[in-house]
């Protein structure tokens, strides 16, 4: 999940979005959840892979949606959630609502460009059209152009291509080398003068900090009634914080941001969960991960 997708979903049920990020937050939501569901029809492989990498080649950034190493193959899989009809007008394809390029050239590009990172090595680029509401005017004559209909087809090529072995994981490590933090292609919103609710919200994004009860282990939500590990909810709802203002949070703007959470609850859920940098004066917590990359 990049970025921009963790920062939106983080902000809904604290921030009344324009309908310009309502639309966006919809865009990326449905692209990660067409990568989930072809995680799904991997399930049961055992192949080397690597997911939404960002990859700096050269002069040039790319973004792979999944890419599978299979023997001394390279596979770079772009899968496409549509959930409409096509047609295919000139250079580009409509629907009722939008015209875009042809995404079957960006195909191209991303061959071009993996060639150069393994010149010796097979590359097999693959679109996935993951959607069953999906259709286009026009027949693909590519092989390795797959619909929703095709999962057994994609997975009896994949394995005709054999099975990841030591020569796979070279690779692997190898494009690990060239991998980015895809910053070019992310918005960063920037939410810093806007009102952003506080409290503790459920994963239905209601807010339930008056169900937190001290001492209990879990937290019920009065809404959907899901049950929660209270330590776990509140981390959650600071790491939407880091995720929203993209910095470290202090214990104080923890209190306020967990408001009818103790002070000690917080201050055990920061020391358990988070990367503590700073002095004494100033203590910040931070996400491992973030901390290694500012490292």
């Not at 690990?176 to 239905?204: A, E, H, V």
């Not at 981390?235 to 914080?241: K, V």
């Not at 103790?262 to 920061?270: D, H, K, Q």
Request: proline letters at 2%; glycine letters at 4%.
């Amino acid at each position: 999940m990049n970025n921009d997708l963790k920062q939106l979903n983080a902000i809904v049920g604290r921030y009344q979005m324009e309908d310009s990020l309502i639309d966006e937050h919809a865009r990326l939501l449905k692209g990660f959840e067409g990568e989930l569901q072809f995680d799904l029809w991997l399930a049961n492989e055992r192949f080397l892979k690597l997911n939404d990498v960002y990859l700096k080649i050269e002069n040039s950034t790319i973004q792979l949606d999944s890419v599978l190493f299979i023997d001394d193959k390279i596979i770079a899989v772009d899968i496409k959630n549509y959930s409409s009809k096509y047609r295919v007008i000139d250079n580009h394809w409509s629907n009722d609502y939008r015209t875009i390029p042809n995404p079957l050239e960006s195909i191209t590009r991303q061959h071009f460009l993996l060639s150069k990172l393994f010149p010796k090595q097979q590359i097999v680029m693959m679109m996935v059209f993951i959607n069953p509401k999906f259709s286009i005017d026009k027949a693909f004559h590519n092989k390795n152009i797959y619909m929703h209909y095709d999962r057994l087809r994609l997975l009896n090529d994949l394995k005709n291509y054999g099975h990841s072995n030591s020569k796979s994981l070279k690779h692997l490590n190898h494009m690990k080398r060239f991998i980015t933090d895809g910053s070019i292609f992310m918005k960063n919103y920037d939410f810093s003068d806007k009102q952003i609710k506080s409290g503790i919200l459920c994963s239905c994004r209601k807010e339930i900090s008056s169900c937190i009860q001290p001492s209990c282990k879990y937290t019920v939500c009065k809404y959907c009634n899901t049950k929660h590990n209270t330590k776990e909810l509140i981390r959650n709802n600071i790491i939407e914080w880091i995720t929203i203002h993209k910095r470290p949070i202090t214990y104080k703007e923890a209190c306020i941001w967990c408001e009818g959470v103790s002070g000690s609850t917080i201050e055990r859920v920061l020391k358990k969960y988070f990367v503590r940098t700073g002095t004494n004066r100033k203590y910040l917590y931070d996400l491992e991960n973030n901390h290694q990359v500012l490292k």
